[in-house]
Nanobody, 116 residues
Framework: QVQLVESGGGLVQAGGSLRLSCAAS????????MGWYRQAPGKQREWVAQ???????TYMESVKGRFTISRDSAKNTLNLEMNSLKPEDTAVYYC??????????WGQGTQVFVSS
């Protein structure tokens, strides 16, 4: 079955960095569109970044220049490098997989807390 397991979250001071990872299995990772979403307390889940099978990357405006999404198809891993973190980046971060011709799948999330 499909599994998406996020890791790398934690507590960091404003201006700091974190690297999130998502270990994927149970589907064809290399041809899937992969993405990161986040949900802050009391807010709706929002899209953060996406990477296509062809490594085309897109970002929400507020993280451009600070976050970098990447994929390692040899290891079936999706990453999110987060730099210059701000308190407003505090959220649960979710990995999402959109395999070609299939429904989307979600991980269980990893908590990121940025202190001011």
């Amino acid at each position: 079955q499909v599994q998406l397991v996020e890791s790398g979250g934690g507590l960091v001071q404003a201006g700091g960095s974190l690297r999130l990872s998502c270990a994927a299995s149970g589907f064809i990772f290399s041809t899937s569109i992969m993405g990161w979403y986040r949900q802050a307390p009391g807010k709706q889940r929002e899209w953060v970044a996406q990477i296509t099978a062809g490594d085309i990357r897109t970002y929400m405006e507020s993280v451009k220049g600070r976050f970098t999404i990447s994929r390692d198809s040899a290891k079936n891993t999706l990453n999110l490098e987060m730099n210059s973190l701000k308190p407003e980046d505090t959220a649960v971060y979710y990995c999402k997989a959109a395999p070609f011709g299939e429904r989307a799948y979600w991980g269980q999330g990893t908590q990121v807390f940025v202190s001011s």
